[in-house]
């Protein structure tokens, strides 16, 4: 009986139980879904490094290309406004020569005219008993004075005046103390101007 019992207890086994086996079983799973995870884990950090470098570069080319198109942008609107300039200078160059060609050419036309009015002045300073005659004449003067005013075109003061040599044309001299110096004391062919323009100069006498 002492034998059969020893021979059970030497080929008897140690019983496992169920939360061992599967605890057994479970290690392999958990340590193959971790290494899943992590692979998991570097495969989408690398793709998200990825990602993010291409975002860089493209962010830095964006960049780029916006700063380009800045310096494009303003070399464009400097030369937009270096022709607006131009034409501006231009345009004011232009009618600045318009206007001046259009004065000489008037000033031109008036001193063609400027003998008659000589001739007219002279004879209303002629003595006549014609009263028709003279006022005639007289009317003709007042006419061509009016055509002058409208050209713009005014006499030049010059009886009484000091003598200006940008207006005057000095042909005689006589010595008068009761007068100042460089006074007009006569006039023998009036003047005429337009604005600045000096069409003729007066011819006169100054004193002193």
Request: net charge negative.
């Amino acid at each position: 009986m002492n034998e059969e019992k020893d021979k059970q207890t030497e080929t008897a086994e140690p019983e496992t139980t169920s939360e061992e086996v599967k605890e057994e079983t479970a290690a392999p799973e958990e340590s193959q879904s971790e290494k899943k995870e992590e692979k998991k884990e570097k495969r989408f950090g690398k793709k998200k490094d990825e990602g993010r470098a291409a975002l860089e570069a493209e962010k830095e080319a964006l960049e780029k290309e916006k700063e380009a198109l800045e310096k494009e942008k303003a070399a464009l609107n400097d030369k937009y406004l270096r022709l607006c300039a131009e034409y501006d200078n231009y345009r004011r160059r232009s009618q600045k020569e318009k206007d001046n060609l259009y004065s000489e050419i008037r000033a031109g036309a008036v001193q063609q005219f400027l003998p008659v009015y000589d001739n007219l002045e002279r004879a209303l300073k002629q003595g006549t008993e014609d009263e028709a005659y003279r006022k005639g004449v007289e009317m003709i003067m007042t006419q061509f004075n009016t055509t002058l005013e409208k050209l713009g075109v005014q006499k030049i003061e010059s009886l009484g005046q000091t003598f200006d040599p940008n207006k005057h044309n000095a042909v005689m001299h006589v010595d008068d103390e009761s007068l100042g110096e460089n006074v007009i004391v006569d006039v023998f062919q009036e003047g005429f101007a337009m604005g600045d323009k000096v069409i003729r100069f007066a011819m006169v006498k100054v004193a002193n």
